[in-house]
Structures are given as C-alpha cells and as structure tokens.
C-alpha cells in the first residue's frame, strides 16, 4: 500500500505546531507557566517569538562565528576581533596552529576545546573525534533556534586570551533598538559558571555575594555594542577585555534560548519592555 503524501502547506502546518508545542513545553518545565505567545510581555517570551516567527535574512551571519567577525571587525576596526589562528572542517593529524588556543565550532555553541599546552597524541586524537561530532549536526534544532541551521559547520582555533587558564571574564551587552542597557558578567566560566546582572551603570539588579568590578574598557564595550546593535530590536554583544582591551567575542539572538529564568520575575518583564519599545510600530 502506497504512502500518501502530505501536502507542502499541510506539512508545513505541522512542523509549525511541532515547534509552538516544542517551545511551550520546554518553556513551562523551565518557568512552572506557559508562555503568552500572543501577547508576549517577558522577555523569555520574546525569545520563543524571536525562534518560532522571526527569520530576518542577517541572523544566520550574526550566529556564524567566523562571519560575525568579519562583521565586527568592518564595524569596529580589527583590533577588536580575535585573530583566527586556523579553520577548517577536521582537524589534520598535526596541531596545524600555535598553543595556547581555544578551538570552537563555527556553527554553535558552548562546543570548544581549550588548549592550554600542547596535546599529546592521544589527547589529539581524541580532539580529532570530539570535534567531528560536533559537526554531524546542525546546532540548536532542539531548542528550535532556527538561525544556527544555515552557519556552515566547522571548527575555528584562536589564542587562548590570556594565554592560560583561567578564561577571561565574558561581558554580555544587552542592546535594545540601539541602546545598551544591560550587561551581565559571567564568572568562573570554566569551573564554577555564574552570571550577574548589572544596568550599564555597573548596579547590580539584585544582591549578589560577588561583586565583580566594572571592566575598564565597559564604556568602549558600551559604545562597541549599540554601533553593532544598531537597526536591530534587541541583540546581546559579547566582549572579553584583556590588559584592559577590549574584544568582541560574538553576537547571540536567544538569551538562555529564554528557557533561563532570571534572579527576579520583574526583570524578564523589564527586559520584556524595552524589546517591545524597540520593536518598529
């Protein structure tokens, strides 16, 4: 008996529901309540809007990190982009680029390998495996953050700033229809991961036992990341700051992929307000 084929439209339909049923019950298990996709006014909900509905033609380049560079650098000057040591789709049986490095994944995210000294050949070995997988699949299609589908996968390898562990403090500039207004710090990023959220005067949302202080490039970084944000209802800059210099690190669409709640309910409903205000009328 011959399958019957579904109509492109119908189908269509179907992956469409697929992904609203997708994204509410992600979003409910993570928040304890659906989310409002018809009148969205948290920004957690603006996320899975962002996801299901919004398929503006840059967002591919934006999650694309050796595009987003070439985009930051034309913007900034070069000085504010990481240099890229080596790319390419696998990995020669040599270590083609000088350690230490950061190897990542072109294509998505919080798939990198940190090189502090040179691997021996098993270790490499094994990079060469773990590096492949992470390229047998498009990134994020779980999570429906549809713009990681396109980036070509690949593997970029770049200095390890610094040049030893522990990483970098990582700066994340939340920019909306233009204007920085928020950013969030990211501590002890390769041991115990946490994050603070600050308005751009360096106040922190909420009490927190860490008190980082402000880097001292924020203001460049502020400037930095509303001349990247410009034209674009909310996009996150990232920046790392070595020796007091400043570096773009990359650009994200999906917050947590809004699955993350904040420290406080009123801060996703603020965040949620100023996205709306950006929004074109």
Same mark, same amino acid.
């Given at each position: 008996?011959?399958?019957?084929?579904?109509?492109?439209?119908?189908?269509?339909?179907?992956?469409?529901?697929?992904?609203?049923?997708?994204?509410?019950?992600?979003?409910?298990?993570?928040?304890?309540?659906?989310?409002?996709?018809?009148?969205?006014?948290?920004?957690?909900?603006?996320?899975?809007?962002?996801?299901?509905?919004?398929?503006?033609?840059?967002?591919?380049?934006?999650?694309?990190?050796?595009?987003?560079?070439?985009?930051?650098?034309?913007?900034?000057?070069?000085?504010?982009?990481?240099?890229?040591?080596?790319?390419?789709?696998?990995?020669?049986?040599?270590?083609?680029?000088?350690?230490?490095?950061?190897?990542?994944?072109?294509?998505?995210?919080?798939?990198?390998?940190?090189?502090?000294?040179?691997?021996?050949?098993?270790?490499?070995?094994?990079?060469?495996?773990?590096?492949?997988?992470?390229?047998?699949?498009?990134? @994020?299609?779980?999570? =429906?953050?549809? &713009?990681?589908?396109?980036?070509?996968?690949? !593997?970029? #390898?770049?200095? *390890?700033?610094?040049?030893?562990?522990?990483?970098?403090?990582?700066?994340?500039?939340?920019?909306?229809?233009?204007?920085?207004?928020?950013?969030?710090?990211?501590?002890?990023?390769?041991?115990?991961?946490?994050?603070?959220?600050?308005?751009?005067?360096?106040?922190?949302?909420?009490?927190?036992?860490?008190?980082?202080?402000?880097?001292?490039?924020?203001?460049?970084?502020?400037?930095?990341?509303?001349?990247?944000?410009?034209?674009?209802?909310?996009?996150?800059?990232?920046?790392?700051?070595?020796?007091?210099?400043?570096?773009?690190?990359?650009?994200?669409?999906?917050? @947590?992929?809004?699955? =993350?709640?904040? &420290?406080?309910?009123?801060?996703?409903?603020? !965040?949620? #307000?100023?996205? *709306?205000?950006?929004?074109?009328?």
């Amino acid at each position: 008996m011959r399958a019957r084929s579904v109509d492109p439209s119908t189908a269509k339909e179907i992956r469409a529901a697929l992904a609203r049923w997708r994204v509410a019950v992600s979003y409910g298990w993570r928040h304890r309540r659906l989310p409002d996709l018809e009148m969205p006014v948290r920004f957690t909900e603006l996320v899975q809007l962002r996801k299901l509905y919004d398929r503006s033609s840059d967002q591919v380049a934006l999650m694309d990190k050796v595009a987003a560079k070439r985009l930051a650098g034309a913007a900034l000057g070069p000085e504010w982009v990481v240099p890229t040591l080596w790319s390419g789709t696998a990995l020669p049986d040599d270590v083609p680029f000088p350690v230490p490095a950061m190897l990542k994944a072109r294509h998505g995210c919080n798939q990198n390998a940190v090189l502090s000294r040179t691997p021996t050949a098993e270790q490499w070995r094994r990079l060469q495996r773990r590096s492949q997988r992470w390229q047998r699949s498009a990134y @994020g299609i779980w999570l =429906d953050e549809w &713009a990681y589908r396109d980036v070509p996968r690949g !593997l970029i #390898a770049e200095p *390890l700033l610094g040049g030893q562990l522990p990483l970098p403090i990582d700066y994340k500039i939340y920019v909306f229809g233009g204007q920085a207004t928020h950013v969030q710090v990211h501590l002890d990023r390769g041991g115990r991961h946490r994050w603070i959220l600050h308005d751009r005067d360096w106040r922190p949302l909420v009490d927190n036992i860490d008190h980082p202080p402000a880097p001292a490039s924020l203001s460049a970084m502020l400037a930095a990341a509303e001349t990247l944000g410009r034209g674009k209802s909310f996009l996150r800059v990232d920046f790392y700051e070595v020796s007091g210099h400043p570096l773009f690190g990359e650009f994200c669409l999906y917050p @947590g992929s809004g699955f =993350d709640p904040f &420290a406080a309910d009123w801060i996703d409903l603020e !965040l949620g #307000a100023l996205w *709306l205000a950006a929004m074109p009328g």
